[in-house]
Every structure is written in C-alpha cells, then in structure tokens.
C-alpha cells in the first residue's frame, strides 16, 4: 500500500484491499462491495471497485 502522505489517494482499490488483508482478488472485490452496500443504505455515492479511504478507515480503523 502506498505510505500515507499529502497525495495520498482518496480511494482504495482491489490491488490495495488484497495487500491490507492479505486475500484474493475476489474476496477484496466482496469487500469492497459489502462497504459500498454500507455507503449506499445511508445515501452516499459511490464508484464500483473502489472504496473511500476515509470510510474504509472509519471501519476498520486503519
């Protein structure tokens, strides 16, 4: 994962969510997935195959 500086993203992508946990590609897509479910139920947009570095943060306290 990149190290966290001024121009640090502000999405993870399935590449980034595969070396946090460790899984493979079709987990990090689930998960992925199961956040952008979350986002959606409280009316925030989202992209797919992307998640916001800030809610994922705010989950799993990264």
């Known amino acids: 994962m990149r190290a966290k500086n001024h ?5 993870l992508y399935v590449a980034d969510i595969m070396e946090l946990f460790g899984c ?8 992925i997935a199961e956040l952008n ?6 009316g925030f947009l989202f992209i797919r195959g992307r998640i916001s570095r800030r809610y994922f943060e705010e989950r799993y306290g990264a």
Do not use: D, G
Request: hydrophobic letters at 20%.
């Open 7 to 11: 121009t640090e993203p502000s999405f």
């Open 24 to 31: 493979s590609r079709s987990k990090a897509y689930q998960i």
């Open 37 to 42: 479910r979350e986002l959606e139920k409280k």
